[in-house]
Structure formats: structure tokens, C-alpha cells
């Protein structure tokens, strides 16, 4: 653990060694994708999707032990992506305030005792209760992660560690019930909650003795409450951030509808055993994946506008197809290839949407974080007991997966149109930063300095402070010209 340590905390000084002080006092930002850090920052993201999924498969054995209802078992997802979504405004604001680690610390201690309180739940009442304490408990290290990386990266980088991190949200929720299917073979469903409390303890020693803290004194937020309204009223009037997030937010909630009716359409519905139903989430992880690396391979190449709009139309042709087969009753081979398929395109859409957004709010990143991440669980959470108002069948769960698809696909029409409008740019103001934490940058803050996002070449941003006209204007030229006028722009940003 030291050495690890050691080695994340030499990778965050790297920069300042070789490269000097920012002249708009930046944090430092590492100039190599360390590997110990993804691996770190990955294990911290996935505890809210194996919170989530990992007792999917024992619903039918919590229905029958707890005397209830497979409605109300399904409501104990809607309870943790509450909490999930609460816990990240709340705790995502926090880590702006008081740095990345104290947070992080305290939310996976409560973690830890809701799991262990969950294991001698006595009803379905209970549990829903303690599953909000564990969602919003959880909501830490999904918010706070990347957050983290936010810290300690920008442009290309940050595109690509981001798109590491999707992969593990994406892939978690599909891997999480097959575990917890293996985990029903040596023990009941209350063991699955033992092997969460454990999981987070083994997070809290990381974060105790091997993550350091990425968020200096000098530039985190004052003011308190006030402050953090301001935040997140800046981001909520921002017309361009909150159209990307419920782009999101609505195909979050079609993986989610698949998440939670899943179990009752395969194990109910064409009679597959726990391991067979595990077998099933297992080529769903192998297609988020398979699209979460891709989109990674693409960063740097193709703009994340231009794969996500991409991915998008996408993912509509297919959920056409899922709804398609579903209603023709064309059997189970079919079905899981048509979903197989639509989860390709989750894995391109999750990380090309904060890689977008998160550029633009550097200064802010705990608060973006937070707000992307609870309006997923919230949309998520709204959304995913609809399917049980038309019975728990194949066509109800490709049905509603459609819906969300389309309401995502109808948000991103209206947000290529605002590019479209601004010949490519996308303004965004800087009026909010707060002073204590851009102190060497307030002069310029106060001359209401915009910064143009331009598009070019389809392929490339280029941006430059102060002069919103297009690049063929200006006289610009494509490739690496263009490539280091963006990373320019994005450092200037994140100042």
C-alpha cells in the first residue's frame, strides 16, 4: 500500500517537477495515465453498480423469506438509486468545500455499518430503509472519483481515464449479478450483503492509507451553503450542461429498466436458472465493454460530440429491433442479441457525455459530478418500476427501454441544433468561479473572459479565448495545430 501510494503521490508532483507552475495557478495535472490510479479510481466507482446488482438474482429468494411482494422487493432498487442521487448532490458539494478524502472516508464508514445492519434485516420495510443508507452511502465513491480525476487530468487524458471509468459503471451493473448468483450457491442473499461490508472496508483502508489528496486547500470552495447554491444554481441555468446530463440520464435509465426487469423476464419469463441468468449479464458486460473501449480508442481522434450523437441514433434502430422481436415473440436467442447490441451503444454514450461536460466546469467538478450522477439515479430511479405496471414480460422491459432511448436521442436533436446555431461553438461563461478558488485568475474572471469551444474538422476542438469566430476564419488549420489550441483551452478552463 505504501509503494502504491508512493507511487500516486510522485505521479501527481511529476508535472509540477518537469513542467513548473502553472502561470494561472492550475493544480498540477499529470501528464501520464498512471495505472495504479485508474485501478484505484475504477474500485471506488464501482461500488454504486455492485451495490445496485449484486442481489438481483436472489429477488425471488427475498420475496419468499421477507413474505412480501416482487413489487415491493423491486421498490428497494428505486429506495438505493434515491439515495444514490441524493447522496451525490449532497456529497459532491461537500468534496468542493473540504477536499476529496475526508468525505470519501466518512460516507464508506456508514457504508460499512448499513451493509452489516442489512444482513439481520427482519422485513421488506427495513431493508428499503437501509438500502437508501447504502445508496447514499455509496454515492461517494461514484461522485468523488471523478472528481478526482477531474483534479488531476484535463483534455485527452481525462477523456480517456473517464472513459475507463464508464466502462467500469457500465460493466459492473451486468458482472454484479453473476457474482452475486455464484455467491447464492454457497449462501443465502444476506451473504451478499457481508461481501458488500466487506468490499467496503477494503475501500476505506484505500482511501485511508493509499489515495492522496487531490484537491489542494487554495482551491477548494468557501462560503459555505451560499456557495454551493451558487454552484449548482449555475450549472442547473446552464442550458447546454443540463440537456448533455439528461441525455444521459435517460439512457441510464433504460440500462436501468433492463437492470431491474431482467430477472423477472429471464428467470420467470423463459424459466433460466440463477447461474443461466448470471451466463446472460455476462455477454451484457462483454458488450459494454467491447463499446467502452472502443469509445477510448476513439478520444483524441473523434470528437465525443460526434460518437455520442453517433452511439445515440444508434441505440434507437436497435431498441426498435429489441421491441420488434420482443412483440413477435421471436424467442430468446433474438432478444439477447438485439439487447446485446443496445448495450454496445451504453458503452459509448456513458463516458462521451462528462467527458464533455466535466471539460467545461473544471472549477466546479465536484458539484458537475455530483449533478450528472444524481440525475442518472434519479431518471433511474423514476424510471425503473414502470415496467412492473405492465407486468414484468420481455415486451414491457424493451418497451420502456425504447421510450428512454428516444427521450435521450429527441434531448441530443436539441442540443446539436445549439451547436449547429453557434457555427460549431458552445459558450460558456465564467462568471461563477469563486474567487478563493481561481484567486490568481480574478482579474480575469471579472472581465467575464468567454471561453469558445469550436468545432473543426469534425474530428478536432479548437478554441480560443476571447474570439468566438469560426476556425476558417480565423485562419486556423486542422490537426495538431487544432489539437494544441484545444488542450490550450481546456487548461485555460480548469484554471
Same mark, same amino acid.
Request: with cysteine.
Given at each position: 500500500?505504501?509503494?502504491?501510494?508512493?507511487?500516486?503521490?510522485?505521479?501527481?508532483?511529476?508535472?509540477?517537477?518537469?513542467?513548473?507552475?502553472?502561470?494561472?495557478?492550475?493544480?498540477?495535472?499529470?501528464?501520464?495515465?498512471?495505472?495504479?490510479?485508474?485501478?484505484?479510481?475504477?474500485?471506488?466507482?464501482?461500488?454504486?453498480?455492485?451495490?445496485?446488482?449484486?442481489?438481483?438474482?436472489?429477488?425471488?429468494?427475498?420475496?419468499?423469506?421477507?413474505?412480501?411482494?416482487?413489487?415491493?422487493?423491486?421498490?428497494?432498487?428505486?429506495?438505493?438509486?434515491?439515495?444514490? +442521487?441524493?447522496?451525490?448532490?449532497?456529497? #459532491?458539494?461537500?468534496?468542493?468545500?473540504?477536499?476529496?478524502?475526508?468525505?470519501?472516508?466518512? /460516507?464508506?464508514? *456508514?457504508?460499512?455499518?448499513?451493509?452489516? /445492519?442489512?444482513? @439481520?434485516?427482519?422485513?421488506?420495510?427495513?431493508?428499503?430503509?437501509?438500502?437508501?443508507?447504502? #445508496?447514499?452511502?455509496?454515492?461517494? #465513491?461514484? *461522485?468523488?472519483?471523478?472528481?478526482?480525476?477531474?483534479?488531476?487530468?484535463?483534455?485527452?487524458?481525462?477523456?480517456?481515464?473517464?472513459?475507463?471509468?464508464?466502462?467500469?459503471?457500465?460493466?459492473?451493473?451486468?458482472? +454484479?449479478?453473476?457474482?452475486?448468483?455464484?455467491?447464492?450457491?454457497?449462501?443465502?442473499?444476506?451473504?451478499?450483503?457481508?461481501?458488500?461490508?466487506?468490499?467496503?472496508?477494503?475501500?476505506?483502508?484505500?482511501?485511508?492509507?493509499?489515495?492522496?489528496?487531490?484537491?489542494? *486547500?487554495?482551491?477548494?470552495?468557501?462560503?459555505?451553503?451560499?456557495?454551493?447554491?451558487?454552484?449548482?444554481?449555475?450549472?442547473?441555468?446552464?442550458?447546454?450542461?443540463?440537456?448533455?446530463?439528461?441525455?444521459?440520464?435517460?439512457?441510464?435509465?433504460?440500462?436501468?429498466?433492463?437492470?431491474?426487469?431482467?430477472?423477472?423476464?429471464?428467470?420467470?419469463?423463459?424459466?433460466?436458472?440463477?447461474?443461466?441468468?448470471?451466463?446472460?449479464?455476462?455477454?451484457?458486460?462483454?458488450?459494454?465493454?467491447?463499446?467502452?473501449?472502443?469509445?477510448?480508442?476513439?478520444?483524441?481522434?473523434?470528437?465525443?460530440?460526434?460518437?455520442?450523437?453517433? @452511439?445515440?441514433?444508434?441505440?434507437?434502430?436497435?431498441?426498435?429491433?429489441?421491441?420488434?422481436?420482443?412483440?413477435?415473440?421471436?424467442?430468446?436467442?433474438?432478444? *439477447?442479441?438485439?439487447?446485446?447490441?443496445?448495450?454496445?451503444?451504453?458503452?459509448?454514450?456513458?463516458?462521451?457525455?462528462?467527458?464533455?461536460?466535466?471539460?467545461?466546469?473544471?472549477?466546479?467538478?465536484?458539484?458537475?459530478?455530483?449533478?450528472?450522477?444524481?440525475?442518472?439515479?434519479?431518471?433511474?430511479?423514476?424510471?425503473?418500476?414502470?415496467?412492473?405496471?405492465?407486468?414484468?414480460?420481455?415486451?414491457?422491459?424493451? #418497451?420502456?427501454?425504447?421510450?428512454?432511448?428516444?427521450?435521450?436521442?429527441?434531448?441530443?436533436?436539441?442540443?446539436?441544433?445549439?451547436?449547429?446555431?453557434?457555427?460549431?461553438?458552445?459558450?460558456?461563461?465564467?462568471?461563477?468561479?469563486?474567487?478563493?478558488?481561481?484567486?490568481?485568475?480574478?482579474?480575469?474572471?471579472?472581465?467575464?473572459?468567454?471561453?469558445?469551444?469550436?468545432?473543426?474538422?469534425?474530428?478536432?476542438?479548437?478554441?480560443?479565448?476571447?474570439?468566438?469566430?469560426?476556425?476558417?476564419?480565423?485562419?486556423?488549420?486542422?490537426?495538431?495545430?487544432?489539437?494544441?489550441?484545444?488542450?490550450?483551452?481546456?487548461?485555460?478552463?480548469?484554471?
Amino acid at each position: 500500500m505504501n509503494q502504491s501510494a508512493s507511487a500516486l503521490r510522485e505521479g501527481s508532483r511529476s508535472t509540477t517537477l518537469e513542467g513548473g507552475e502553472h502561470p494561472t495557478g492550475q493544480a498540477p495535472r499529470a501528464a501520464r495515465i498512471s495505472a495504479s490510479f485508474v485501478l484505484l479510481v475504477s474500485a471506488l466507482v464501482a461500488i454504486g453498480p455492485l451495490t445496485i446488482d449484486l442481489y438481483l438474482a436472489a429477488f425471488p429468494q427475498i420475496t419468499a423469506e421477507l413474505a412480501t411482494s416482487p413489487a415491493r422487493v423491486q421498490l428497494t432498487i428505486t429506495a438505493t438509486l434515491a439515495g444514490l +442521487a441524493l447522496g451525490q448532490l449532497l456529497i #459532491g458539494s461537500v468534496s468542493d468545500a473540504f477536499g476529496r478524502r475526508a468525505p470519501l472516508a466518512v /460516507a464508506l464508514g *456508514v457504508y460499512v455499518l448499513a451493509s452489516l /445492519a442489512i444482513i @439481520a434485516t427482519p422485513s421488506v420495510e427495513v431493508l428499503a430503509v437501509l438500502r437508501f443508507v447504502q #445508496g447514499f452511502s455509496a454515492a461517494a #465513491g461514484m *461522485v468523488v472519483s471523478m472528481a478526482i480525476v477531474r483534479d488531476t487530468y484535463d483534455g485527452v487524458s481525462m477523456g480517456k481515464v473517464i472513459a475507463r471509468l464508464m466502462l467500469v459503471v457500465g460493466v459492473a451493473p451486468i458482472i +454484479a449479478p453473476t457474482l452475486g448468483a455464484q455467491l447464492l450457491m454457497v449462501g443465502s442473499w444476506r451473504l451478499m450483503f457481508a461481501f458488500l461490508a466487506g468490499f467496503g472496508v477494503l475501500l476505506l483502508a484505500l482511501v485511508l492509507f493509499v489515495l492522496p489528496e487531490s484537491l489542494p *486547500v487554495e482551491r477548494r470552495r468557501v462560503g459555505g451553503t451560499r456557495a454551493a447554491v451558487r454552484s449548482y444554481v449555475g450549472l442547473l441555468t446552464d442550458r447546454g450542461f443540463m440537456l448533455l446530463a439528461l441525455v444521459s440520464s435517460f439512457y441510464f435509465a433504460a440500462l436501468f429498466t433492463y437492470v431491474a426487469s431482467s430477472t423477472f423476464v429471464f428467470q420467470d419469463g423463459f424459466a433460466l436458472s440463477a447461474q443461466e441468468f448470471g451466463l446472460v449479464f455476462g455477454g451484457g458486460a462483454l458488450a459494454v465493454t467491447a463499446g467502452s473501449q472502443v469509445n477510448g480508442a476513439l478520444i483524441g481522434r473523434i470528437s465525443p460530440e460526434r460518437i455520442l450523437v453517433v @452511439a445515440v441514433d444508434a441505440g434507437v434502430v436497435l431498441a426498435g429491433g429489441l421491441l420488434a422481436v420482443a412483440l413477435a415473440g421471436g424467442g430468446l436467442v433474438p432478444l *439477447v442479441i438485439f439487447l446485446m447490441a443496445t448495450l454496445l451503444t451504453v458503452g459509448f454514450v456513458f463516458p462521451a457525455v462528462p467527458a464533455i461536460a466535466l471539460a467545461a466546469n473544471g472549477h466546479r467538478a465536484g458539484s458537475a459530478a455530483a449533478l450528472l450522477g444524481s440525475l442518472q439515479f434519479g431518471v433511474g430511479a423514476a424510471v425503473a418500476p414502470i415496467t412492473g405496471l405492465f407486468g414484468q414480460t420481455a415486451v414491457s422491459m424493451a #418497451g420502456v427501454m425504447l421510450a428512454m432511448v428516444l427521450v435521450s436521442a429527441g434531448l441530443l436533436l436539441v442540443v446539436s441544433r445549439m451547436w449547429r446555431t453557434a457555427g460549431g461553438a458552445i459558450p460558456i461563461e465564467m462568471d461563477d468561479v469563486e474567487p478563493a478558488v481561481a484567486e490568481p485568475r480574478l482579474t480575469l474572471a471579472r472581465r467575464r473572459i468567454r471561453v469558445v469551444y469550436l468545432l473543426c474538422d469534425h474530428d478536432h476542438h479548437q478554441a480560443r479565448l476571447g474570439d468566438p469566430r469560426p476556425a476558417q476564419r480565423r485562419g486556423a488549420t486542422p490537426g495538431h495545430h487544432g489539437r494544441k489550441l484545444r488542450r490550450a483551452a481546456v487548461r485555460d478552463l480548469a484554471a
